[in-house]
Nanobody, 124 residues
Framework: QVQLVESGGGLVQAGDSLRLSCAAS????????MGWFRQAPGKEREFVAA????????YYRPSVKGRFTISRDNAKNTVYLQMNSLKPEDTAVYYC?????????????????WGQGTQVTVSS
């Protein structure tokens, strides 16, 4: 059983930056592909970014590519999402998730473990 705890959300202005962290416990972190998803009010949960178990491969949704960076520190059992040039449309609850293996990480149903989420609000 893997437990995931997100932190780092908050209220910022458009153009600002935030770094989200997701601390994992209870499993072999380095064996999991990790992803970030988000859900805005009234919308479906959507894929944001993912990273393979080694960190060698990263994936992004087109609207955040070039602004967001996913990374991981396997020694600290933590995955990060650096978010720059934030826009009001980035406002959502952000969730991290863990998937066995590192294939098809863009699909939510690949992920077995989910955190509780952290709110990110970007004002215009």
């Amino acid at each position: 059983q893997v437990q995931l705890v997100e932190s780092g959300g908050g209220l910022v202005q458009a153009g600002d930056s935030l770094r989200l962290s997701c601390a994992a416990s209870g499993g072999t972190f380095s064996s999991y592909g990790m992803g970030w998803f988000r859900q805005a009010p009234g919308k479906e949960r959507e894929f944001v970014a993912a990273i393979s178990w080694s960190g060698g491969n990263t994936y992004y949704r087109p609207s955040v590519k070039g602004r967001f960076t996913i990374s991981r520190d396997n020694a600290k059992n933590t995955v990060y999402l650096q978010m720059n040039s934030l826009k009001p449309e980035d406002t959502a609850v952000y969730y991290c998730a863990a998937a066995r293996g590192s294939f098809n990480l863009g699909a939510a149903d690949r992920y077995r473990y989910w955190g509780q989420g952290t709110q990110v609000t970007v004002s215009s």
